[in-house]
C-alpha cells in the first residue's frame, strides 16, 4: 500500500525567510503524481504545486519549489521569502497515473502546521 | 468560474439520524471525490464518482455511501450515524477521466452529538 509520510507536525519561520517542509513516500508505482496542498483556516485545500514522477525538473511556482528525489521518494517544499499569509496546514499528496483503484484516490500525509512570525 | 461548493457549511445531528452532504464540481469538472478528515485520521478517502459511475471507494462501512447525478453534482450520505462519523467532509473535482489535478470545496463541518 501507498503511504506518506510528513515527519515534521509543526515548523515555524520568519517572514522574509525561507523554509523546507518534508515529506517522504512509498510506492511500488512508477508513473505517479505528488502534490503539496495547503490548508487555511478557513479549511479549504489549495494547490500549491505539481509534480509529475516521470519528470526529473523540478516544479516551481513562485515561491514554492520543490526537491523531487525519486530514488530517495523524497519530495520537499521550499518556501522563500515566506509571508504572513503562508500560514496554514501543508499537505503532502501522492496519486498512481493509472485506473482501477487509483481513481480519484489522494493520498495524504499527516500534514505539518506553518507558522509565520512577523 | 465558480469553485467547488458544498453544502451545507455546518451540520449538527444525532447519533442514529442520517445525514445527506452536497458537492457541486467546477463546471467542466467530471469527476468527484470525497474525503473525510478527523484530526486523528487525518484526512481519508472516501469514494469517487464519474459520469455518474463510482469508480473507486475507500475502506468505508457500507453506512457511507454517494451517487453523482447527470450535470456531474454529487451526493454523499451517511446513515445511522456515530459519534466518530464526526468530522470535516472534502468533495474534490477533477477535469476529464485522467484529471491529474483536485480541486477542493470548503468542505461541510459535520458534528454528531
Known amino acids: 500500500a501507498q503511504t506518506v509520510t510528513q515527519s515534521q507536525p509543526e515548523m515555524s519561520v520568519q517572514e522574509a525567510e525561507t523554509v523546507t517542509l518534508s515529506c517522504t513516500y512509498d510506492?511500488?508505482?512508477?508513473?505517479?503524481?505528488l502534490f503539496w496542498y495547503k490548508q487555511p483556516p478557513s479549511r479549504q485545500m489549495i494547490l500549491v504545486i505539481r509534480?509529475?514522477?516521470?519528470?526529473?525538473q523540478n516544479a516551481t511556482e513562485n515561491r514554492f519549489s520543490v526537491n523531487f528525489q525519486k530514488a530517495a521518494k523524497s519530495f520537499s517544499l521550499k518556501i522563500s521569502d515566506s509571508q504572513l499569509g503562508d500560514a496554514a496546514m501543508y499537505f503532502c499528496?501522492?496519486?498512481?497515473?493509472?485506473?482501477?483503484?487509483?481513481?480519484?484516490?489522494?493520498?495524504f500525509g499527516q500534514g505539518t502546521i506553518l507558522t509565520v512570525h512577523p | 468560474k465558480a469553485g467547488v461548493t458544498q453544502t451545507p457549511r455546518y451540520l449538527i445531528k444525532t447519533r442514529g439520524q442520517q445525514v445527506t452532504l452536497s458537492c457541486s464540481p467546477i463546471?467542466?469538472?467530471?469527476?468527484v471525490s470525497w474525503y473525510q478528515q478527523t484530526p486523528g485520521q487525518g484526512l481519508q478517502f472516501l469514494f469517487e464518482?464519474?459520469?455518474?459511475?463510482?469508480?473507486n471507494k475507500g475502506n468505508f462501512p457500507g453506512r457511507f455511501s454517494g451517487r453523482q447525478f447527470s450535470n456531474s453534482r454529487s451526493e454523499m450520505n451517511v446513515s445511522t450515524l456515530e459519534l466518530g462519523d464526526s468530522a470535516l467532509y472534502l468533495c474534490?473535482?477533477?477535469?476529464?477521466?485522467?484529471?491529474?489535478?483536485?480541486?477542493f470545496g470548503q468542505g461541510t463541518r459535520l458534528t454528531v452529538v
Open positions: 474534490a473535482s477533477s477535469l476529464g477521466e485522467w484529471g491529474t489535478e483536485a480541486f
Open positions: 499528496a501522492y496519486r498512481i497515473n493509472a485506473g482501477g483503484t487509483s481513481y480519484g484516490k489522494l493520498t
Open positions: 509534480q509529475e514522477a516521470y519528470k526529473q
Open positions: 464518482y464519474f459520469s455518474e459511475t463510482q469508480r
Open positions: 510506492t511500488s508505482e512508477s508513473d505517479y503524481y
Open positions: 463546471s467542466g469538472h467530471r469527476s
